[in-house]
């Protein structure tokens, strides 16, 4: 996209990543959706760059990510 854009596009994800690098983490926590989670996209990051990055198990990612996120009661609920 940047190639044909004159916009600036951002990799959000690289982005994030670089930042924990420069703040000297060494392991951080991802909480993203499960898809994310599954395709890794913050983990390769992150330890592309020397960081660990911890992920939830699913009955934690469910319980304190997912539900939070998209059940009715949930933040997206109003959108």
């Known amino acids: ?11 959000g994800i690289a982005l994030t990543a670089e930042r924990c690098r420069d703040l000297g983490l060494q392991k951080v926590g991802v909480m ?15 330890n592309r760059l020397g960081i660990e990055a911890l992920v939830m198990n699913d009955a934690d990612q469910d319980r304190y990510f997912t539900q939070p996120v998209y059940e009715p009661w949930g933040i997206k609920a109003a959108w």
């Open 32 to 46: 993203a959706t499960n898809g994310t989670i599954t395709l890794g996209l913050f983990q390769k990051q992150l």
């Open 1 to 11: 996209m940047r190639e044909h854009s004159k916009a600036a596009i951002l990799d």
